[in-house]
């Protein structure tokens, strides 16, 4: 099983350039998370889906657009990334939005 | 408002005991979570607990919960180098599709 899966692995990315992340899940997992991690503070929540057609902001959603496409696909957009935008960013999912969450392998992103 | 705490680092011998604790502020959480974070992967949930439990055993993981002071333990038995890695410890609240992750910390077993 493919679990989370994250694209790309590792991004380059000008300042004022965009990108989306993208994730998909194949557990049939009704929510969906985009977290960031950066070093000493742990994973922050930047915008999660509870079920398909819903999205919501988190801690940081400043910078950041999602889409849910369909039950399976959340992605994330920088429209106009920034030097703070620069972290590993993690998808994640979860059954129902309260039991454990299954990560993705992470995105590098570097933002100069 | 929420919060979790954990020690950033802890260093142990290979064979010994290592045990990882985490502090947490919200007495309404539901779960409670270990995960472990190897170089350049994802979270992997290692073990959880409901809150209305206080302790839970899978192998050589034994996790301890203390209510009362807001207190989770992690403890790994005969600590290997592969458990090298940083632990995070989170909770969550049914309902709320919120999960609070600590700052991690970091195992380093020495051979």
């Known amino acids: 099983n493919a679990g989370v899966t994250q694209t790309p692995k590792f991004q380059v990315l000008k300042t004022g350039q965009s990108m989306t992340l993208q994730c998909a899940q194949d557990m049939n997992h009704n929510s969906m998370y985009w977290y960031r991690q950066d070093p000493g503070m742990g994973l922050r929540l930047i915008y999660y889906?509870?079920?398909?057609?819903?999205?919501d902001k988190g801690e940081v959603p400043n910078g950041y657009n999602v889409s849910r496409l369909n039950k399976r696909e959340f992605s994330l957009r920088l429209e106009s990334a920034a030097p703070s935008q620069t972290s590993v960013y993690f998808c994640?999912?979860?059954?129902?939005?309260?039991?454990?969450?299954?990560f993705g392998s992470g995105t590098q992103l570097s933002v100069l | 408002g929420e919060d979790v705490e954990q020690s950033l680092f802890l260093s142990v011998r290979e064979g010994d005991s290592s045990v990882i604790n985490c502090t947490y502020t919200?007495?309404?959480?539901?779960?409670l979570y270990w995960y472990k974070q190897e170089p350049g992967a994802g979270l992997q949930l290692l073990t959880y607990i409901f809150s209305n439990m206080d302790m839970k055993q899978d192998q050589r993981l034994t996790v301890l919960l203390n209510k009362k002071d807001k207190h989770l333990s992690l403890r790994i038995a005969d600590t290997q180098t592969g458990d090298s890695a940083i632990y995070f410890c989170a909770e969550s609240k049914e309902g709320t599709y919120k999960y609070i992750f600590g700052t991690g910390t970091r195992l380093k077993v020495l051979a």
């Open positions: 889906s509870a079920s398909e057609g819903t999205t």
């Open positions: 994640a999912s979860s059954p129902t939005g309260t039991e454990k969450l299954f």
């Open positions: 919200d007495s309404s959480s539901t779960y």
